[in-house]
T-cell receptor, first 112, second 114 residues
């Protein structure tokens, strides 16, 4: 049973617009959430994270929102750029240093 | 600062053969993890070392997989004998004891078993 779900396999957005990637989780013990970006033939690259004690974390064009009651988080990219085209993975952890549980990923395509 | 490195980048072996994958974590990172992604599915945890000790190996699929981290530096993951379903991309990641949530991944080793 998947504990971290990314229900949209793909998303297409025009350059300059907002990209919103969604992630749902089922395990209420998760206390830290991360987003990774992955280009073909490369490993996942850490993008941004959020602790369960916060509801928002912002880093430049990237903002992650966490709704604990809904067990939902989202990644907003504003403005989207063609270089943002990649697979985005949502991941969660129940304790620092332990295994990350990943979703299946969402492929983002940003067209110019 | 050098990132996580993995060798080889790609390995093609026949069913029944043995393969050994190597991971060099970021210098100073005591936590080292192995993950696997099979056929476009989610990335799944295999095991976790803290220095040279296995902290969690709950994700290891079976006893054909053996991981070691001698001296607490680099790690190896051996598959013996390899089966067709072992094909996939094997990622290594590392993290500091502080900021342990943030794991940094290597480029992966693509294993193809024919």
């Amino acid at each position: 049973d998947q504990q971290v779900k990314q229900n949209s396999p793909s998303l297409s957005v025009q350059e300059g617009r907002i990209s919103i990637l969604n992630c749902d989780y089922t395990n209420s013990m998760f206390d830290y959430f991360l987003w990774y970006k992955k280009y073909p033939a490369e490993g996942p690259t850490f993008l941004i994270s959020i602790s369960s004690i916060k509801d928002k974390n912002e880093d430049g064009r990237f903002t992650v929102f966490l709704n604990k009651s809904a067990k939902h988080l989202s990644l907003h990219i504003v403005p989207s750029q063609p270089g943002d085209s990649a697979v985005y993975f949502c991941a969660a952890s129940a304790q620092a240093g332990t295994a990350l549980i990943f979703g299946k990923g969402t492929t983002l395509s940003v067209s110019s | 600062e050098a990132g996580v490195t993995q060798f080889p980048s790609h390995s093609v072996i026949e069913k029944g053969q043995t393969v050994t994958l190597r991971c060099d974590p970021i210098s100073g990172h005591d936590n080292l993890y192995w993950y696997r992604r099979v056929m476009g599915k989610e990335i799944k945890f295999l095991l976790h070392f803290v220095k040279e000790s296995k902290q969690d190996e709950s994700g290891m699929p079976n006893n054909r997989f053996l991981a070691e981290r001698t001296g607490g530096t680099y790690s190896t993951l051996k598959v013996q004998p390899a089966e067709l379903e072992d094909s996939g991309v094997y990622f290594c990641a590392s993290s500091q004891v502080l900021h342990a949530y943030e794991q940094y991944f290597g480029p992966g080793t693509r294993l193809t078993v024919t």
